[in-house]
């Protein structure tokens, strides 16, 4: 399967299912923090992630369980593999280059990282 580069409003709804698992339209509107948007939204936005082939659901009756057919780590890697090629030219050096220039990480936390990785 090919994976989509999903929308903020898509994305934030993954990252709901991705941590609290298999859930209703409702029961994920419950969960949100901050004022909830329609349902007709969430749903809506619901079935563009099963077009996509990020979700799938179960059906009780008439109500549906949704569920995630992307693993997170699997999307990760793809967004960062995006990143870098579209941003950074395929470079991991100019990313953590800019990061560093950016005082996003300071050369002491990356000498951890780098320690870390050969441990």
């Known amino acids: 399967m090919k994976i989509q580069k999903l929308t903020k409003a898509e994305e934030d709804i993954m990252k709901m299912i991705w941590e609290h698992g298999p859930t209703t339209v409702s029961a ?43 693993e997170k780590e699997i999307y990760s890697k793809y967004s960062i593999k995006s990143l870098l090629s579209n941003y950074f030219e395929g470079s991991v050096n100019e990313m953590v280059s800019f990061l560093i220039k950016e005082e996003e990480v300071d050369v002491d936390e990356l000498k951890e990282l780098i320690n870390n990785i050969n441990d």
Do not use: A, N, Q
């Open 28 to 70: 994920l509107i419950d969960k949100m923090e901050g004022e909830k948007p329609p349902h007709s939204t969430v749903s809506s936005t619901i079935r563009i992630l099963e077009k996509k082939g990020f979700l799938d659901h179960k059906t009780y009756g008439r109500t549906y369980e949704y569920f995630p057919t992307v």
